[in-house]
Structure formats: C-alpha cells, structure tokens
C-alpha cells in the first residue's frame, strides 16, 4: 500500500485478555518500529527491526509484551494478560536504510488505540 | 538517557499570527533532530536537521537547529485554522560504539491551536 496500515484502529478489551496488534509496512522499507503514546506524552520506542529480526527490543516494557516479523514485512505486536496501563496508542513506522544506516524520517501509522477495560 | 523538552506545552493562536515552538535536548553523540506534525495520530514527516545554521523551509513552516546550544526552533507564520496539531520533536543518535541510529527518542509535544 501507498503508507502504513495498522490494524485494528481501535480496540477495547477486558483486563488479563490477550491482544494482537497488526502493522503493514510501505513497501520497501525494510526498517520497522513499534511506538506506544500514551495521552499527553510524545512517542515511546519499543521495538525496531530490521527485515525478519529484532535488532532491539530494549523498549518493550515487559515480557507480557513480545513482536514478530517473519517475513521481513507485517509486523505482530502480541500483549499477553492486558492491564489497565497498557492503554494507549500503538504507533507503528517504517523507514528505508541506506548503507545499513537509517535515513532517519519514519513514516507513521495511524496507530492502533488500545483501551484495557 | 536521552532527553528533549519541548516548550510551550500549549499554545492558543489566532489565524494571521507567528508562532515560535521549542525544542532543547539532551542526548549522547548526536546525529539529527526531527519535527513532526500530529493531527489525529499519525505523525507526519516536517523536517530533519542534522547541520547548525541551516534553515530547513517549506511553505510557511521553517525550522533551523543549533548544535551549540541544543536547541531547535520551529516557526509557522500566517497560522492557519489547519495548521491545530501537537508538534512533536525527536533526536536520533549516531551510529557511533552505543550509538542507536534508528531509535527516535520524542519531547511531549506542543499544542497548537490556531482559532478564526
């Protein structure tokens, strides 16, 4: 597609549910990133990857919270026994790299509003 | 641990004016700073600086960043009621040993709302 989709845009759930969220990157990027936006706050990194592999998931706040890539392009974000604090926005990014390096500008999905009941 | 403070936290505008938004930070072996525009919630794209002095322009949006005393600046002139949004500021490391070439870290944004 022409941008980043994320699926679901809106999901409200009951507390100790598991969740799944979905992102399908501009095709070509090879780069993909997991944010969470809680209101009032700017973007927190969660996780990157780089093609089929994690290259950092330092930003995943514990391990109820797990991604996956297996083809190099969709991207799983999987949240095991939801509490109230994972409310938030889930954005998903991708970007081109260049040389291995990335270029820098991530283009952003419309993100996935988590609402843990 | 990386940091960037935006300021103000909010502003309220009427079209026509000139609004200046901030942006300082904090962070080891710097490598670019970036402004986006959030409307609902995807953040779009405004512009990347990587070199002091240099005006980044792009219709009545400019932006320029000082590397000596880490800060940036985002102008909009003639605001218009289209240009509400929260203006996000992120820094990104260099590639360096430690360095994280990829990983944005956000200020908490401005609010912007311009009214008629």
């Known amino acids: 597609g022409a941008g980043v989709s994320q699926t679901p845009s809106n999901k409200v759930t009951e507390k100790g549910k598991y969740v799944e969220l979905r992102c399908d990157p501009i095709?070509?990027?090879?780069?993909l990133y997991w944010y969470r936006q809680s209101l009032g706050q700017g973007p927190e990194f969660l996780i990157y990857?780089?093609?089929?592999?994690?290259?950092?998931d330092s930003g995943l706040p514990n391990d109820r919270f797990f991604a996956v890539r297996p083809e190099g392009s969709v991207s799983t974000l999987k949240i095991q026994r939801t509490e109230r604090g994972d409310s938030a926005v889930y954005l998903c990014?991708?970007?081109?790299?260049?040389?291995?390096?990335?270029?820098?500008?991530?283009?952003f999905g419309e993100g996935s509003r988590l609402t843990v009941l | 641990e990386d940091k960037v403070v935006q300021s103000p936290l909010s502003l309220v505008v009427h079209e026509g004016d000139t609004v200046t938004l901030n942006c300082s930070y904090e962070?080891?072996?710097?490598?670019?700073l970036l402004w986006y525009k959030q409307e609902k919630k995807a953040p779009t794209f405004l512009f990347m600086l990587?070199?002091?002095?240099i005006e980044k322009k792009s219709g009545r949006l400019s932006s320029i960043l000082d590397k000596k005393e880490l800060f940036s600046i985002l102008n909009i002139t003639a605001t218009q009621t289209g240009d509400s949004a929260v203006y996000l500021c992120?820094?990104?490391?260099?590639?360096?040993?430690?360095?994280?070439?990829?990983?944005?870290?956000f200020g908490k944004g401005t609010l912007l709302t311009v009214n008629p």
């Open positions: 962070v080891t072996n710097f490598r670019s």
């Open positions: 990587t070199s002091s002095g």
């Open positions: 992120a820094v990104v490391r260099g590639s360096g040993s430690g360095g994280s070439n990829y990983k944005l870290t």
């Open positions: 095709s070509g990027h090879t780069a």
């Open positions: 990014a991708s970007s081109l790299t260049w040389r291995g390096v990335n270029t820098g500008e991530l283009f």
């Open positions: 990857f780089q093609g089929t592999g994690a290259a950092d």
